[in-house]
């Protein structure tokens, strides 16, 4: 029996029953007295004795669902056979799959795209490698590369387990960006080997985006592969959460009236998203940030068997705060927590300066109930998608790499990153912007085109860049 999704309402139960034994009526009846709504049924086979049919049912969530399952199993002359919901059903086969730009009809379609043809093409490519990116899918692609190690909400689940997650970003980046993502899950966990297989792989794509690998191994893996590669690498887990928090930044001050640079921020959770954060604010002239993990304020006093921790601790809290979070938080207009359920208390709220500015972004729980923090804030923002002001990914990825890649960067810098967050802020206009609408939806179809045109600018005015747009445009608008 599959298990239920809670993303699903809806579940197909398929059922076996004696027509002796119970009629229809009466399994409909059952259900309908433990809450569930029938809006679908479908004949499999039936007989004279017996009868199989899948029944559509929806359900207020998976401990709904399992409920009616286990009333359907307590009747006489019933057997559930199998149940599934919309979730799994999307899941079968796969969610992606690869198809031909041109269709081969002929055998002169064959001899081109395949031999004899395809050899004068190799040997260009051979005899000049940049080529590639013009003949090959390599000007349009990005590897989406993970170990299963530190997928949201789920841990360690390891590589084949962590394949639907990988799939459902490349199906986001194709969708939102038309960049072609192809899901590599590795079966190990040794970063140098991760190093070596992801530079093996390399010449097919245009950009590298790092996926859940856990820290502290996830530092490691990407800055080797930055200083050794000429393509883009990205570990979107800790600059794609920076990148959208500093635009909700940007936003959220200007309805509290403060500037960024005197502004004091207390971190809670200091792993690979609440360094990149931290990284992005000092780039973004934040001053003051004190980062808090389980033995209190990180200082330069202290000496840690954690490495991170260390190099943390040398570029933050310029004061030399000591102490717990209950300590550090005092008068201060930011909090930012990419940590744990129920750290941040009303109390600590209470001790913040005017009109704080909280992002409690731990998923699946926030670090202080929304309902609960909303009376004592000016501006909240969470990882979900049912309160308001989500923080999310999916704003930054799908436009940072379809600029880096029409631009043919061979990185993607700070620079470019200030210019992502500026242009998701910048698409939230004055009229918009409130309290409870300080980012832009993730559907929101100028999100990516503004994205783009931020990163191509940026990169080229860092010196990243590698293929002129406004050159190529301009000659084009010239020779037409």
């Known amino acids: 029996m599959s298990q239920l999704s809670n993303a699903s309402t809806n579940i197909i139960i398929r059922l076996h029953f004696q027509k002796n034994l119970i009629t229809f009526s009466e399994i409909a009846k059952v259900i309908g007295e433990v809450g569930g709504d029938i809006i679908g049924i479908d004949v499999i086979s039936t007989s004279k004795t017996q009868t199989v049919r899948d029944i559509t049912i929806t359900v207020k969530n998976q401990k709904h669902g399992q409920n009616v399952m286990d009333v359907l199993g307590l009747l006489k002359g019933v057997k559930v056979i199998s149940v599934s919901d919309r979730t799994f059903l999307l899941h079968l086969g796969g969610k992606i799959e690869v198809t031909p730009k041109n269709p081969i ?78 899901p590599i899950c590795l079966d190990t966990k040794d970063p140098e080997e991760i190093i070596k297989i992801v530079k093996a ?42 990148v959208v928090l500093l635009a909700g930044l940007y936003n959220a001050l200007k309805l509290t009236g403060k500037n960024i640079e005197e502004i004091k921020v207390v971190l809670n959770g200091v792993g690979a998203a609440g360094t990149a954060c931290a990284k992005m604010l000092l780039a973004a002239g934040v001053r003051q940030i004190i980062g808090v993990d389980r033995i209190g304020a990180l200082n330069k006093n202290e000496s ?23 300590d550090v938080i005092k008068g201060a207009d930011v909090f930012i927590g990419v940590s744990a359920p129920g750290v941040l208390t009303v109390e ?74 500026k242009a998701i802020a910048d698409v939230v206009s004055d009229d918009e912007l409130s309290e409870t609408y300080i980012v832009p939806s993730v559907f929101n179809q100028k999100v990516v085109e503004k994205v783009r045109k ?21 000659s084009f608008q010239e020779n037409r």
Request: with cysteine.
């Open 304 to 326: 840690y068997e954690n490495q991170n921790w260390t190099a943390f601790s040398q570029m933050t809290n310029p004061d030399n705060l000591k102490g717990s979070l209950t």
């Open 201 to 242: 792989i390399a010449p097919a794509f245009g950009g590298i985006n790092l996926e859940d690998i856990s820290s502290p191994r996830c530092f490691e893996i990407e800055e080797t592969l930055k200083s050794e590669l000429n393509i883009p690498v990205f570990h979107d887990d800790q600059h794609g959460t920076a």
């Open 348 to 421: 600590h709220l209470q001790s913040m300066a005017k009109d704080p500015i909280v992002f409690a972004l731990a998923n699946p729980d926030p670090e202080i109930d929304p309902e609960i923090a909303e009376p004592y804030v000016k501006v909240l923002a969470t990882g979900r998608s049912d309160y308001p002001n989500q923080i999310n990914n999916v704003l930054c990825f799908p436009g940072i790499f379809r600029g880096a890649l029409d631009c043919r960067a061979s990185e993607i810098n700070e620079q470019m990153k200030i210019a992502t967050a």
């Open 454 to 474: 931020a990163v191509v600018k940026a990169a080229h005015e860092s010196g990243v860049a590698r293929k002129d747009l406004y050159k190529e445009e301009k």
């Open 105 to 182: 009809k002929n055998r002169d379609d064959l001899s081109r795209v395949y031999t004899p043809g395809v050899a004068q093409v190799c040997r260009a490519i051979e005899e000049e490698p940049q080529k590639a990116h013009s003949l090959t899918i390599k000007r349009n692609t990005v590897a989406v590369v993970s170990d299963g190690t530190a997928v949201l909400g789920l841990g360690d689940i390891g590589p084949l387990a962590a394949m639907p997650v990988m799939e459902g970003k490349a199906m986001l980046f194709k969708q939102m960006a038309d960049v072609d993502a192809f």
